[in-house]
Each structure stands twice: as C-alpha cells, then as structure tokens.
C-alpha cells in the first residue's frame, strides 16, 4: 500500500524536482543522479512521514540538501547555479519576441543571483521559477513562512538593486 500511495508521489513530482536539482547543478546527468538519490531517500522514510504533510515541501527539502551537498562535493562554484536557473524557467513561453535577454544583462543577472546569501537565492529560485507557496519554501530551508517571505522580499530588492531597474524576468513588487 505504502509503495503504491510513494509512487503516486513519484509520478506527481519528479518532472518538477528533476528540473529543480537541474537548475543547481547545471548538468543533466547530475541533476538525473540526485533526482533518483532525492525519491530513494523519500521512500526510506516516507512511512514515517505524518500525515497531512506537505511532501511537496518535504521533497524540495531533500532536493534542496542534495544539491548543497553536491556543490561541496564538486567544488563548484555558485555561478552555474546562476546560469542554469536564467536557463530553464518551467513556464516561460519561447521568446522569439525579442524579449530575449542581453548577454550584458543577462551576465549581470547572474552575478546579482550568484552574489546573493544562500537561502535568499534558493528561496528566489523556488519563487520565481517553481512558484512554490511560502509555506513550502519555509518548509524547504527549515524556517518559518515569515522568513521565506522575508528572504524572498530582500532576494528581489537585491536582484532590483542589481540591475538598475532593468528587469528581465518577472518579478512583481511583492514577493
């Protein structure tokens, strides 16, 4: 039964996590390794899991640990994280509009992305690119809603700042 109701939660999450981990590693093999690591570690403790639970917070948690451990692991440094997330925004239309960003803009969004403390840039992400809910970033990095909020709020004034008020992506006044 357990099994059954975990692979529910596979099917429902893993495109959505897989993106996610491919946003901080920047390499799809990478992103493949920890996405199957993120699910292997959630079924071993998915039975312990209370119910009610938001597991999709549950799963970004995860994820979200993964990744900083790969980074320390690899050495790597915090601008392809930068990158790969300007990349590969889930819900962004083709911009053969011409809405295309820069390369000069482009590089300064990533060094301000890049530039941020970690949980104001993780928070960012999950945001702006994932559209979680606050209670699901908090949930993600052990802290409050009022913090993910608060995290997000100075992510994108930091972001503002920046920039200059060239804005490349969307990012409404209020976090």
């Given amino acids: 039964m357990a099994e059954d109701a975990f692979e ?3 099917g429902a999450h893993h495109a959505e996590i897989r993106r996610y981990l491919l946003r901080i590693t920047a390499r799809g093999s990478d992103a493949d390794d920890l996405s199957q690591e993120t699910f292997l570690r959630a079924f071993r403790a998915y039975r312990a899991l209370p119910p009610g639970s ?9 994820a979200t640990n993964l990744g900083r451990n790969h980074f320390r692991a690899q050495g790597r440094r915090r601008r392809a994280y ?3 997330a300007l990349e590969m925004r889930p819900d962004a239309p083709d911009r053969a509009d011409g809405q295309v960003l820069a390369g000069e803009t482009r590089e300064r969004l990533e060094r301000v992305i890049t530039g941020l403390p970690a ?6 992400i999950m945001r702006k690119m994932h559209e979680l809910e606050y ?8 802290c409050s809603e009022e913090s993910a909020r608060a995290h997000v709020y100075q992510a994108l004034r930091k972001v503002r700042r920046g920039l200059d008020g060239h804005l490349p992506i969307e990012m409404e006044s209020r976090p």
Avoid: H
């Fill in 135 to 142: 209670s699901e970033i908090g949930a993600s990095l052990s």
């Fill in 54 to 62: 938001n597991v999709r917070a549950w799963l970004f948690a995860i």
């Fill in 82 to 84: 930068a990158a790969a």
């Fill in 119 to 124: 949980k104001q840039r993780l928070a960012f």
């Fill in 8 to 10: 529910a939660v596979v």
